[in-house]
T-cell receptor
Framework: EDQVTQSPEALRLQEGESSSLNCSYT??????LFWYRQDPGKGPEFLFT???AGEEKEKERLKATLTKKESFLHITAPKPEDSATYLC???????????????FGRGTSLIVHP | DTAVSQTPKYLVTQMGNDKSIKCEQN?????MYWYKQDSKKFLKIMFS???????INETVPNRFSPKSPDKAHLNLHINSLELGDSAVYFC?????????FGPGTRLTVL
């Protein structure tokens, strides 16, 4: 069974204090790792897709990286508006072929204090 | 224009009732999903439809029945609601792995 574990569960930062969120995964046949941001009362919003180890993607203060076992979401000099829950999801082959099942981690709740 | 929309936004009902949640996407995607998000924010997939055909049903009780009249719509009907069904339900559509989520429906069963 595919496993996705995110850490820490919650993170409090001061504005400008850089940090990283972790997403560890155990899947057979990774077909993509995805990062989403979820604000309270809203649906998750897509941030990045990573497909192979060594790949990196950047958007403003966020940078996502991927290895064969985990992904990191680096937040550089965060601002209060970066406060949200960050979700990691993997998409992998099913045993014996068939459709992909997206599996989500439980998320990291980030609060950035001014 | 809203890409993925859900109605209603909030749903409060009594145990034992039957209710439906509607979802529509205007993105032209072939694949749509229903997710349940519990109080601890864990997103668990319930159903997936690809071009109107059910392709995943992840051990969801048969009180839950998805219905797709066309590939732009995926509705969720729930019979005999139970307290444990209280959660936020999200509809999503997918293109090239990336998912587009609706705003969610908060279901409260009293």
């Amino acid at each position: 069974e595919d496993q996705v574990t995110q850490s820490p569960e919650a993170l409090r930062l001061q504005e400008g204090e850089s940090s990283s969120l972790n997403c560890s995964y155990t899947v057979s046949g990774l077909r993509g790792l995805f990062w989403y941001r979820q604000d309270p009362g809203k649906g998750p919003e897509f941030l990045f897709t990573l497909y192979s180890a060594g790949e990196e993607k950047e958007k403003e203060r966020l940078k996502a990286t991927l290895t064969k076992k985990e992904s990191f979401l680096h937040i550089t000099a965060p601002k209060p508006e970066d406060s949200a829950t960050y979700l990691c999801a993997v998409q992998a082959n099913r045993l014996g072929g068939g459709s992909y099942i997206p599996t989500f981690g439980r998320g990291t709740s980030l609060i950035v204090h001014p | 224009d809203t890409a993925v929309s859900q109605t209603p936004k909030y749903l409060v009902t009594q145990m034992g009732n039957d209710k439906s949640i509607k979802c529509e996407q205007n993105l032209g995607h072939d694949t749509m999903y229903w997710y349940k998000q519990d109080s601890k924010k864990f997103l668990k997939i319930m159903f997936s439809y690809n071009n109107k055909e059910l392709i995943i049903n992840e051990t969801v009780p048969n009180r839950f029945s998805p219905k797709s009249p066309d590939k732009a719509h995926l509705n969720l009907h729930i019979n005999s609601l139970e307290l444990g069904d209280s959660a936020v339900y999200f509809c999503a559509s997918k293109s090239q792995g990336r998912q587009f989520f609706g705003p969610g429906t908060r279901l409260t069963v009293l």
